[in-house]
């Protein structure tokens, strides 16, 4: 199939790149953009380790057509760490949240979504947000910790993007 | 101290292998498979596929310039199938191609025509039919025949035990990059590197210092990289010698879960032997390993079910028999507790039937069995540091086991569609690879001008935190900030011959190789200082903050002032340290000796509340006092009991490998098969540490915690089927595991399901509503 050349807003900046119309977000971001911080975990949208924000909401880039996002802003985990780390991202190193590293960043995507939308989540709420990802190292209980004390940080005033 | 990876890891800079800059010609490869379990290649057709657009070189078994040859305890496996396989995903050709796409697209156009042979997938199947995997071994210990006359009561029973999928999230992957004098570097995400250098030399016939493996890190391993990461290693290897390009191979999910082996699944016989007190005086018990086509390391991990199927009991007569049995399954693998946990699930089976036979409950029958100091185990080693009766102890003064047994009790008799069950799991592990001759490890350490030091072991992060604990470890013991501690990548030409990081034995034996490397460069320093200062006893002076102590009081000297002095001396400033753990040893011919360092021990609670109309259930809490020694890092250990109860909970409860009866594999996604996620933790998770207490073979007297921890999980399946006995005492329910929801549900109500299915009336459901109407009576 022919390539066409598209352009897409990804971390604060316009990138040109050469797509096939059958690309997925994925595919685009690791091999042509070289954005190797979003991971593939299974190619089909079960482990959720690809995550990145598309217009602010936590989407599957294993699952989204890369032509769909002409005109959305996406964000991958390589958009979050400018100009300082992001409170999610220091929670997760402090807390054990992180162990092999593969899920982190679909995790960190994840939590960074719920808390734009919902700055003060309840555990459950953090719980359905991050039920779509997958993570074989930790039991998870140290990952909803992040993120509930990120979301206290924030509360108290004390975290900033 | 946080995870020393977890910076990068959050700001998605970690790289993994195939995250690496890739060179302009990078080739990708693709593994084309057996789609059948066993039979007679007749021909292999790659001419379609290799016409195709972009496709470089499809190589089969006739390519290997070398030995096609990559068992690593036992010769029987191949790189490439010759002239039959054995198991549906055994690799066959090598498809390489300009990009990864096109390489999964020409797997579709290669041809295989085989002659389709007899399929076996059932352990006792193919013990019956002689298909074993080296010899088959016996462990005994005191006079079992004459101890089955001296028992009130005897049982017997059957387990069967299902496998595991690993889900490193990582799938496996491996890049080779050609090197001038036809040299390789492989990047491997292997557990493994020496293990992926020897067989990538033999494949190439090549001599092993032609090979380098290196390995920054993995994402995720548990087992299933200790071996099986070699293959594709060894694949890329050959595409690279062919083509002396650079070429990377990615397995997708669903190719990964098919090609590759799991835990392995056991059935076994059991018989026990008890007084009406309730002591154990004779157990004897049959495994049946279902090992798969190739032996890959089943041998070994059947010698681990050996060595824990008394789990922490004393038994005076004793006899374990065990087999592996080749199937024509993927050949299954080491995985976190490595043939110990299904041994362990036995002698739990046992018990609680015993219980029941007894009309006793199975605490009691578990705390009088416990192991006390000294006692012998069957493989006649005798217990030194006995914690099992302490942390059992320390449990049921933290938890209070008998006010939960009466709460449960209570909740059972006031409620009919949920039944709670509770089930403790005491846990003794032994520390130490089996096989002596593995207990070893090299470090090597460098101090540089300005003080910075690097540390290369030949130990693999894989997430646990291996890399964490040695930069603490190389800290304390030069008496510097850890900021100034590196942990290099696992590479062999920095360190030769290392064992894989497995067994639980990761930190002890390459933290203690990097104290020995430490101590070298100190003896060498305080040398240097006590003359450079004057003073007369170099064993005063230690390095405490970066500061050089003589006596306790500060010298002046500081850190950087040592080195830089150190260095224009022509003192060495680098070391190469070496460990062997001491003291251990076996003897297989007679099958007794002092094969573990030491043991973990410790012992959880768990709780559930099972739907026994649905057959879904809650785990509410799991609860334990855990056996740490003296912790270098509390929150990566914590990290590794959390992580690795989830696993065993799972193994449990959720994670079904489905298989068809000609050896295919049906459970091949993550969205087939069933992984925990957080909903499915426990509602409540409470670890206790137990006394801190120095461990005298673990750097800074600390314990082994990988593996053990997984083991607690165990508990989960007869504390689920205990809810189940509280709803229809009068069923004897299988040692089937996983205990699936959909497996609760058939074994309550099967007697229902029979009915339905048979087009009957249902008539036995009377009972259930005798009984419920009662219920709600009172």
């Avoid at chain 2, 996604?669 to 670890?687: G, I, Q, R, W």
């Amino acid at each position: 199939m022919l390539c066409k050349i598209i352009k897409l807003n990804i971390n604060g900046s316009t990138h040109e790149t050469a797509i096939r119309e059958y690309d997925v977000l994925l595919d685009v971001v690791r091999e042509n953009l070289n954005l190797t911080g979003t991971k593939r975990g299974c190619d089909m949208g079960t482990c959720g380790c690809c995550n990145v924000l598309i217009d602010g909401r936590a989407r599957l880039s294993c699952l989204t057509m890369a032509m769909e996002c002409i005109g959305k802003k996406i964000v991958t985990i390589e958009g979050l760490k400018s100009p300082i780390v992001h409170p999610l991202q220091r929670a997760f190193a402090e807390s054990g949240g992180s162990q092999c590293g593969f899920c982190t960043q679909g995790f960190i995507m994840t939590a960074k979504a719920l808390l734009d939308e919902n700055p003060d989540p309840k555990r459950e709420e953090i719980e359905e947000a991050i039920s779509g990802n997958m993570c074989r190292c930790t039991g998870y209980i140290k990952i909803v910790d992040a993120i509930e004390n990120v979301a206290k940080l924030q509360k108290n005033g004390k975290g900033s993007n | 101290m946080k995870h020393i990876d977890a910076a990068a890891h959050t700001r998605g800079e970690s790289q993994y292998v195939d995250d690496m800059p890739q060179p302009a010609d990078l080739l990708f490869a693709a593994v084309f498979s057996a789609p059948v379990a066993h039979g007679k290649i007749l021909q292999l057709d790659i001419k379609e596929a290799l016409s195709m657009d972009g496709i470089i070189a499809i190589y089969s078994a006739k390519d290997i310039p070398g030995e096609n040859q990559i068992g690593p305890i036992i010769q029987d496996e191949t790189l490439l199938a010759e002239d039959k396989v054995h198991f549906i995903g055994e690799p066959v050709a090598l498809v390489v191609a300009k990009t990864g796409e096109l390489a999964q697209k020409a797997l579709k156009k290669i041809k295989l025509e085989i002659e389709e042979l007899p399929v076996v997938t059932d352990p006792r199947e193919a013990f019956a039919n002689g298909q074993i995997i080296g010899n088959s071994r016996t462990f005994a210990l005191g006079d079992i025949e004459g101890a089955w006359n001296i028992c009130d009561v005897v049982v017997e029973g059957r387990c069967d035990i299902a496998g595991q999928e690993h889900v490193y999230l990582e799938t496996q992957r491996a890049r080779a990059v050609p090197l001038e004098d036809r040299c390789f570097r492989i990047h491997s995400s292997t557990q493994s590197p020496y293990a992926v250098q020897k067989s990538s030399a033999k494949i190439l016939g090549l001599s092993h210092h032609k090979i380098e493996v290196d390995v920054q890190r993995l994402g995720g391993g548990f087992g299933g990289k200790e071996d099986q990461a070699t293959p594709w290693a060894c694949l890329v290897a050959l595409a690279a010698w062919h083509t002396k390009k650079s070429v990377e191979l990615v397995l997708p999910r669903h190719q990964d879960m098919e090609m590759t082996g799991k835990r392995h699944p056991y059935s076994s016989d059991f018989k026990i032997g008890l007084t009406k007190n309730g002591k154990i005086l004779a157990y004897e018990v049959k495994h049946y390993q279902n090992s798969g086509a190739t032996a890959d390391l089943s041998t070994a991990v059947m010698e681990r079910t050996l060595f824990h199927s008394t789990n922490s009991y004393f038994i005076p007569n004793v006899k374990i028999f065990a087999a592996c049995c080749r199937t024509n399954l993927p050949p299954n693998t080491a995985f976190r507790g490595f043939g110990g946990p299904q041994g362990m699930f036995v002698i739990e089976s046992a018990i609680a039937k015993a219980a029941e036979k007894l009309g006793m409950s199975p605490l009691e029958i578990q705390y009088k069995n416990l192991l006390q100091e000294n006692d012998v185990l069957p493989y006649g080693q005798h217990v030194h540091d006995a914690r099992s009766r302490k942390t059992w102890d320390e449990a049921n003064k933290s938890y209070k086991f008998p006010a939960i047994q009466k709460r449960i009790a209570k909740y059972n008799e006031t409620h009919f569609e949920t039944k709670k069950g509770l089930a403790v799991m005491p846990i003794c592990f032994g520390i130490s690879f089996t096989s002596t001759f593995l207990n070893q490890a090299g470090a090597l350490v460098h101090v540089y001008t300005d003080g910075s030091v690097s540390v290369s072991t030949g130990g693999i992060e894989m997430g646990q935190g291996l890399n964490t604990n040695l930069a603490k470890i190389a800290a304390k013991a030069f008496g510097i900030n850890q900021e100034r501690v590196k942990i290099e990548s696992t590479n062999t030409t920095r360190i030769a011959n290392m064992s894989a990081s497995a067994a639980s034995a990761t930190t002890d034996l390459n933290g203690n190789a990097t104290l020995i490397a430490v101590g070298q460069i100190l003896d060498r320093l305080k040398s240097l200082a006590a003359k450079e200062l004057g003073l007369s006893h170099k064993e005063k002076i230690v390095i405490e903050n970066e500061n050089v102590l003589f006596d306790g009081k500060a010298t002046g000297w500081t850190w950087g002032k040592l080195i830089q002095t150190a260095y224009l001396n022509r003192v060495s400033l680098s070391a190469h340290g070496f460990y062997a753990t001491p003291g251990i040893w076996f003897d297989r011919d007679k099958e007794k000796g002092h094969p573990f360092a030491y043991h973990v021990f410790g012992t959880a609670i768990l709780e559930v509340t099972v739907d026994c109309l649905r057959g879904i259930y809650d785990i509410n809490s799991v609860k334990m006092v855990h056996d740490l020694g003296r912790p270098i890092n509390e929150l990566v250990d914590r990290g590794q009991i959390e992580g690795g109860l989830a696993q065993g909970l799972g193994w449990m409860t959720l994670e079904e490998l489905k298989f068809d009866e000609k050896g295919k594999y049906l459970s091949n996604s993550l969205a087939t098969y069933k992984l925990p996620d957080v909903y499915f933790m426990p509602d409540v998770l409470e670890v206790k540490l137990l006394e801190r207490i120095d461990n005298p073979s673990g750097p800074y007297g600390a314990k082994a915690v990988g593996e053990p921890p997984l083991m607690y999980g165990i508990g989960v399946f007869f504390a689920i089927r205990n809810a189940m006995r509280a709803f229809r005492p009068e069923i004897e329910f299988l040692f089937d595991s996983p205990l699936t929801p959909e497996k609760v549900l058939m074994q309550l109500h099967a007697d229902w399901l029979d009915d339905l299915t048979n087009g009957r009336t249902v008539t036995s459901g009377k009972a259930v509503k005798a009984k419920k109407e009662k219920v709600e009576e009172s």
